[in-house]
DNA sequence: TTAATAATAAAGCGCTTGCTTAACTATCGC
DNA sequence: GCGATAGTTAAGCAAGCGCTTTATTATTAA
């Protein structure tokens, strides 16, 4: 088990290839084998195996193989992990908003009762 | 202006670094200097200055310059971005589920005609 | 005006990434 | 069994990344 850092630098690692946002994009509408990934993209199969390899190491996806094919689906908890690391900063940089806002009502508040 | 992909790419490429994100911690709790952000981190100065311009290179942060100090901030809208492409996907992800769950259903409606 | 502070620029270096090609293995359908 | 299909392994290579050190440029304050 790795511990969220690492996981997040993988995660995030992981989403900042186009080619690999493609081919979640597509595990996204349902699951796909290696081929039916491949079909789209303008590179060699192993290629597309070593961006597999760097999204099942995220997390972010899973497979399991039958027989020749392997099948391959989105692990939809690793990418709310991701997602809400992100949130998290968004909600934060909002209450730091919420604080300037109550202190600029203090001063005016003070201001008046002199 | 950068296309929606590549902004992508510099976001999650961004992210992907323990020590940007950390920096975006910081400066989610509010504005900071270089030399501030720099502080808690164990490298050198211009290393700091470098992740730094990762990062507004992004778009995922911003700076300007007041007299020798250049103050930092998050970009919010950025962030938003990159939070949605994964929830979008995660929304995908969910209507293909309905859409099973239907089917399901139609077959077994279709069962009970017969 | 000089010393300290804050930031910046430039060059270099080892490690990682994103491919490629070539060779190989396992399974399927006839 | 045999050819076609689906995936896998390994090696190699150019480009990019994450630092470092050294040197430099503002700006501020005493």
Redo the contacts between chains.
Sequence with gaps: MLNQ?AQ??KA??A????TR?AM??RM???PVSVSELARPLDMSLPAVMQHLAVLEASGLVQSRKAGRVRTCE?N?EA??A??Q??????I??GH?LDRLGRYLETLKTEGEEK
């Design positions: 850092q997040l630098d995030f690692q989403l900042a290839d186009p946002r979640v994009e996204a509408r349902g989105i939809p990418l709310s991701a997602e690391w992100i949130n998290q900063r968004r934060e940089w730091r």
